[in-house]
């Protein structure tokens, strides 16, 4: 099962196992990680799953379609490497992840 590394809004660095298949936001609701609020769900329609992709990471998680990208426009603080969490399948090239929690409560 992959690792994902989350890191919340108050620097705490969490690794989790998070089953294939599943969202990098999922996997952060099923583990607990302050500050992933998700409020729609995960249907890309309210930007509360906003994380930032560790760089080195960018390429393999690869650039957000244009329904995330506009939804992204709602996110606080949007930087060149914002995901919408709710939007990365986790998979196993995905191994070893690092995620950084955005500020998601406004
Ligand atoms: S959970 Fe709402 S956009 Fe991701």
Redesign the pocket.
Known sequence: MPKIIYVDINGARRECNVANGVSV?EGAIANGIAGIL????????????HTYIDPEWMDRVGAASDIEDS?LELAYDRKPNSR????IEVTDKLDGLVVHVAQNDG
């Not at 998700?38 to 799953?49: E, F, H, L, Q, V």
């Not at 919408?84 to 939007?87: A, H, K, R, V």
């Open positions: 936001m998700a409020i729609c769900g995960g249907s890309c329609a309210c930007s509360t799953c939804t919408l969490s709710c939007q």
